[in-house]
């Protein structure tokens, strides 16, 4: 049997089969209280209706997408622009855009945000 010497007691507890300890269970992780951040999730706020946010993404690629393939590659953006607005990406009263451009310098996204 394979004994490790400098071996923590979490470890002795996650391998209880070699030190002899196979009665004792592991114990069940705990859910954190919040985020690592201290923040946990934002909460989205309720805006009047009717108000409208107009977001532009403009997709810069060494090669040209379809259409469907081009908006699936934004979908990071899409969730990532709806957090930081505290809305859900599928509320009405956001309106996405997509669109690329075909360069032969650095790909990236640019994003334009009115309302």
């Known amino acids: 049997m394979?004994?490790?010497p400098n071996a923590s007691e979490s470890f002795k507890k996650r391998n209880p089969h070699?030190?002899?300890m196979d009665e004792l269970?592991?114990?069940q992780p705990k859910p954190a209280s919040?985020?690592?951040l201290g923040r946990g999730q934002p909460k989205q706020i309720k805006r009047a209706q009717g108000v409208e946010v107009r977001v532009t993404l403009i997709a810069h690629r060494k090669r040209m997408l379809d259409d469907d393939n081009s908006t699936a590659s934004l979908k990071w953006a899409r969730d990532?622009?709806?957090?930081s607005l505290r809305i859900d990406?599928?509320?009405k009263r956001i309106v996405f855009e997509t669109h690329q451009i075909e360069t032969k310098?650095?790909?990236g996204v640019?994003?334009?945000i009115e309302g």
Not at 80 to 83: G, K, L, P, S
């Open 2 to 4: 394979i004994k490790f």
């Open 80 to 83: 990532a622009i709806a957090n």
């Open 18 to 20: 070699l030190y002899g």
């Open 105 to 107: 310098g650095c790909e």
């Open 25 to 27: 269970q592991a114990g």
């Open 89 to 91: 990406d599928g509320d």
């Open 34 to 36: 919040s985020s690592s």
């Open 110 to 112: 640019m994003v334009k």
